[in-house]
């Protein structure tokens, strides 16, 4: 679809207006959006984001700023990590393990922990003894059987809750 104002360019911008119960949609470009003082409201997201994690980098645990290896680069697309730090955008799914020492000491920041503790809060999880645990393998395998997978999964997390209360 071309720009209704230009005529030109294609459209990749829609304007919907809703006036006194009338609809009226227009069809821009982005040059022509921009003229009209109409921005895309995520496109500065990735330099808002990459200003965040340096900040965060920036301020440790004490108060000290993080010490990264000035020479951290992955080697697959070739991505530095202050790179990374202004962007906060990753190149590739090797930059991961590029960066891996760093991402961790970010990920303790963000996120209070650097592990994946499980995705039931506390307070959700259902508590179990072992031969509860096995009747409800059984009914997993049944679930599965009958194709019930969404019985499976609550199945699944219930026996996955128990296992690791056991363990503790």
Do not use: W
Request: proline fraction near 2%; aromatic fraction near 4%; glycine fraction near 8%.
């Amino acid at each position: 679809m071309l720009c209704e104002v230009c005529h030109q360019k294609t459209a990749t911008v829609k304007i919907t207006q809703i006036i006194n119960d009338t609809k009226k949609e227009i069809n821009l470009c982005k040059a022509c959006a921009e003229k009209q003082g109409l921005t895309a409201p995520l496109a500065s997201f990735p330099e808002l984001f990459g200003g965040l994690l340096e900040n965060i980098l920036k301020e440790g645990q004490s108060g000290h700023a993080l010490e990264t290896r000035s020479d951290a680069k992955c080697s697959k697309c070739g991505l530095t990590y202050q790179a990374f730090q202004q962007s906060g955008l990753l190149g590739c799914g090797h930059c991961y393990e590029s960066f891996i020492k760093e991402l961790k000491i970010l990920l303790r920041r963000i996120h209070g922990s650097n592990k994946h503790i499980g995705d039931r809060p506390v307070h959700k999880r259902i508590y179990m003894h072992g031969p509860d645990v096995e009747k409800l393998r059984k009914e997993l395998q049944v679930a599965i059987a009958q194709e019930q997978f969404e019985k499976a999964a609550e199945l699944r997390d219930r026996i996955h809750d128990a296992e690791r209360q056991m363990n503790l």
